[in-house]
């Protein structure tokens, strides 16, 4: 029998619509229900692409006996991460207080109320292996719930106050907020910051700290940007080291282009095999520095594959990027991916079975439960380059006629951003006109179906439908892509777009006693606590985005009313980066141009010498105006048929030629 998920959009969602479980998508339905039965709810939060949570699915929510249980005791609620990043975070924070860790599925026990009580992640269908069985837990928190209500009340409510005044707004407000941007030492900071990294650095494999292992894409952009205008060795030293190390390693797809999520090893060698959008973006953008930078050539595939992959496997035919694939296939994790010497000699044949075996490191026994991952141990030189690019070929056209893995078919409005922000970059670098193409295609999609007609962005679509309101990480990322498509384009009209976007994002998220923005909108659902992201981890923190986003757009229109916030928010958050800086290593960027250095570059009249020339270097610290005229003060007295470098609008003599600019953009 359906239950209450069948008119949901969400593929995780619908994934459970068929459960014996009563399910109900989140809202105020379940939660009144709950009241009126006197019964607690269990919170169930995951996504599609995740294995652990189909594990949980298969073993327990498909399971007659506990559905059952379930459904007499309990009113249950299904939650789609990806769509409700703010309820995933309110109920993170009280799985972390209460287990010290935390993950999907994240399995949480709530009042009618909406207030935690019990939380945990995976739970098998019985005891094992030092978990307690899921029926165990269920009698456990009826056996509370019926016989101890006082004490469960008293403690949802404590834990409640704790994740309230451990909610980033409560922070800053109480502990950081009173700082000025005279007393913000952004050298000082940006040097911890490396200082930091270079503590935490794995010098044999790349990357920092142990297993498991994520690709943490802000801290080595800070790496690259420390090479890039400080000529800091160390730091492309570590950088090099760790994109060398995930490139050449399973958590890369080396037939199809494309990371994983996370390396379950130190070495990078075997993946969770989860393909997302968000760390195609991520990653794109630092090995797209790192070849601008270095000339890698290696680099610079991975760039041209990780486009490929994206543009070819997640998009659709509306021109929107797709959410994620699956770690698993045929029921298996990562068996799409996975390859027997065997297999590889009958896809490859026997002239070219050596050469495929040497390169991609294949054993009889394997590296992955008797079968293996390919990755690239470095077998000499004695390969011909031809010989591997036709045996990968013949490798990837077997490996199409394999079941794919399931995919996620949302358009996240956050992560279509993200991508087309990096790959606008690429495309500007690069000079491929199809990449510049796509990004125009993926902007006007989020802006033509993403945004409601009264302005307002919204999150998630599918299907034609769009839903939920769009969060700070959604607008931050919005209007940075719109300020890199304009320097990709030089059309003014995305500027207009980005202007409008930057207004509504501050309207709407900014907290001014705080000076930092809030995760929802002053318009969006009042849960229980209203959170912050300030931290950068695997992905950039939502104000850290903000901070830089503003940064260039304000340098980019030369008006103070879109860099002040961005400024105000980094003062404000400065003593929680001094005590620990590479926790805000995206961040570090917005310091830079805010109290360091920042360039504008300004091209007049028809000059795209100049323009190629400005884009033939990674600039972390500069924007590029060019095309059409914007009115704003950057393009004053300005002689057409020239190119102008300028620092807080303070220009230095014209160039008229590329060698004269790029010696201008030489680091200070």
């Known amino acids: 029998m359906a239950n209450h998920l069948e008119a949901e959009t969400s593929p995780y969602l619908r994934q459970h619509k068929d459960n014996p479980v009563d399910w109900y998508p989140w809202g105020d339905e379940p939660f009144e229900l709950a009241l009126k039965q006197d019964r607690p709810v269990f919170v169930s939060i995951g996504y599609s692409s995740c294995h652990w949570c189909h594990v949980m699915a298969h073993e327990c929510f498909e399971d007659p006996q506990i559905a059952r249980y379930l459904n007499e005791h309990f009113v249950s609620v299904k939650v789609d991460r990806e769509e409700r990043p703010d309820v995933d975070g309110v109920y ?46 269920l009698e456990a928190v009826i056996d509370a719930w019926e016989n101890n209500r006082s004490n469960l009340i008293e403690q949802a409510n404590a834990l409640t106050a704790a994740i309230q005044a451990r909610s980033g707004l409560a922070v800053v407000k109480d502990k950081g907020g009173r700082a000025t941007p005279a007393s913000l030492e952004a050298r000082e900071l940006i040097n911890s910051a490396l200082t930091s990294l270079a503590q935490r650095f794995d010098e044999t494999y790349g990357g920092f700290g142990g297993a498991p292992k994520f690709p943490q894409a802000p801290s080595i952009d800070l790496l690259l940007a420390g090479y890039a205008l400080d000529a800091n060795e160390e730091c492309l030293t570590m950088a090099a080291r760790t994109l060398d190390a995930m ?90 991916y996975l390859w027997s010497a065997d297999e590889i000699a009958d896809a490859v044949g026997n002239e070219l079975a050596q050469s495929a075996v040497l390169w991609y490191g294949v054993t009889t026994q394997g590296n992955f439960e008797g079968r293996n991952i390919l990755h690239r141990p470095e077998p000499g030189q004695l390969l011909r380059p031809g010989d591997i690019e036709l045996a990968r070929s013949k490798l990837a056209a077997r490996r199409s006629s394999r079941v794919r893995p399931a995919l996620d078919d949302k358009v996240i409005t956050e992560w279509n951003a993200m991508f087309a922000s990096s790959l606008a970059e ?29 302005g307002r962005l919204l999150r998630a679509w599918r299907d034609g ?138 091209v007049v009249g028809d000059r795209p010498d100049l323009v190629q020339a400005a884009r033939t270097k990674w600039l972390p610290d500069a924007v590029l105006a060019w095309g059409e005229p914007t009115g704003s003060g950057l393009w004053s007295d300005r002689e057409p048929g020239m190119a102008y470098v300028c620092h807080q609008f303070t220009c230095l003599a014209p160039a008229s030629h590329p060698e004269e600019l790029l010696a201008q953009l030489q680091p200070a």
């Open 247 to 336: 490139s050449a390693g399973g958590i890369y797809d080396h037939l199809g282009g494309g990371f994983s999520r996370y390396s379950v090893d130190r070495a990078w060698q075997v993946p969770h095999f989860e393909k997302m959008l968000y760390d195609q973006a991520s990653l794109l953008r630092v090995y797209l520095h790192g070849w601008l930078l270095t000339g890698n050539a290696n680099w610079h595939q991975v760039v041209q594959e990780t486009v490929t992959y994206v543009l070819s496997d997640l998009r659709g035919p509306h021109g929107g990027l797709w959410s994620s694939e699956d770690a698993d296939s045929e029921g298996e994790e990562g068996r799409f």
């Open 465 to 602: 439908q769009a839903k939920h309101l769009a969060y700070a990480g959604d607008y931050a990322w919005m209007v940075d892509a719109l300020v890199r498509t304009a320097e990709l384009t030089g059309e003014k009209r995305w500027l207009e777009e980005a202007c409008e976007m930057a207004e509504q994002m501050i309207a709407l998220f900014w907290d001014p006693e705080a000076r930092a923005f809030s995760t929802t909108g002053a318009d969006g659902e009042k849960l229980i606590s209203r959170q912050v992201d300030l931290s950068d981890g695997a992905t950039p923190a939502s104000n850290s985005v903000a901070a830089v986003a503003l940064m260039r757009l304000g340098m980019l229109t030369a008006e103070q009313r879109f860099s002040d916030p961005a400024i105000e928010l980094l003062a404000s958050i400065a003593p929680a980066m001094a005590l620990q800086p590479s926790a805000f290593s995206y961040a570090m960027g917005a310091v830079r141009m805010a109290f360091l250095s920042s360039r504008e570059i300004v």
């Open 92 to 137: 993170m924070e009280a799985t972390q207080a209460m287990t010290g860790g935390g993950g999907w599925p994240m399995s949480v026990f709530v009042t009618g109320d909406r207030k935690p009580f019990f939380a945990g992640t995976y739970f098998p269908p019985r005891d094992r292996q030092g978990l307690p069985g899921f029926p165990r837990v």
């Open 426 to 454: 690429a495309a500007s670098a690069t000079g491929r006109r199809d990449w510049a193409e796509a990004t125009e295609g993926i902007m006007t999609f989020l802006l033509e179906n993403l945004r409601r007609s009264d």
